[in-house]
């Protein structure tokens, strides 16, 4: 990387941090372009020159965190273990992570994940990319017999994505959730989804 590079990317990360620390004394309204600007020691017209909104800038902020964490996590995903104990492996890693500092990503969430698509292109690539992983171990739970041929892996996927939504939306409403709590609360929550979709064989301890 050359010395302009670097010093862009320093830029970069100069106004993140301050947006970070902004987003969580201010709140994602009240937290203004100038102020970003002005915490970071750039001009504004250097935080518009690499986010082009408040919303784009929010957006990175959290998807840059979870990318990390993601990344950490399928590292160390299990290739062996039930479809039940990898599925609750990413979710784990993700509650324990929101909880380092829930404030914090409860004020990214909320100006972010329910804005539109366009909006988001980063988070919305993210969120792609896990449904067609979750997508995958459905595919080989089904070429090994384990859940029943005819189920459609990407409803399946979306299915369970929207289970973890759920219990995401209960851990940041209730400060008094922790992630141990949340993962058995999805856990459940997919178990119970799963004996839907297990092979009959499967579901009897092997006898039809």
């Known amino acids: 990387m050359n010395r302009r590079a670097a010093s862009k990317s320093e830029t970069r990360q100069l106004i ?10 201010k709140g994602g309204d009240r937290c203004t ?11 504004p017209a250097s935080v518009i020159a690499h986010f082009r909104n408040k919303t ?18 399928i590292a160390s995903f299990p290739e062996k273990g039930d ?12 509650f324990s992570f929101y909880d380092t500092n829930r404030q914090l990503y409860r004020v990214l969430i909320r100006n972010t ?3 539109q698509e366009a909006d988001n292109p980063h988070l919305t ?5 896990y449904l067609q992983f979750i997508a995958g ?53 997919t178990q119970q989804y799963l004996t839907g979709i297990m092979a009959r064989e499967r579901r009897n301890g092997g006898d039809s």
């Open 83 to 94: 479809l039940l104990e990898k599925l609750m492996h990413i979710p784990r890693a993700m």
């Open 125 to 129: 690539r993210q969120v792609e990319q």
């Open 33 to 43: 372009m100038r102020a970003i600007a002005g915490k970071a020691g750039v001009s």
């Open 137 to 189: 171990l459905i595919r080989q739970e089904k070429e090994s017999g384990s859940v029943r041929a005819d189920v459609d892996e990407r409803i399946a996927a979306g299915s369970l994505f929207s289970l973890y939504m759920g219990v995401l939306i209960g851990f940041y409403r209730n400060p008094e959730v922790t992630p141990r709590a949340a993962v058995q609360r999805l856990s459940a929550m």
């Open 16 to 25: 993140l941090n301050a947006a970070r620390e902004l987003f969580l004394e």
């Open 56 to 73: 784009a800038l929010l957006e990175v902020a959290l998807y840059e965190d979870i990318e990390n964490t993601l990344a950490r996590a």
């Open 113 to 115: 994940v329910f804005e």
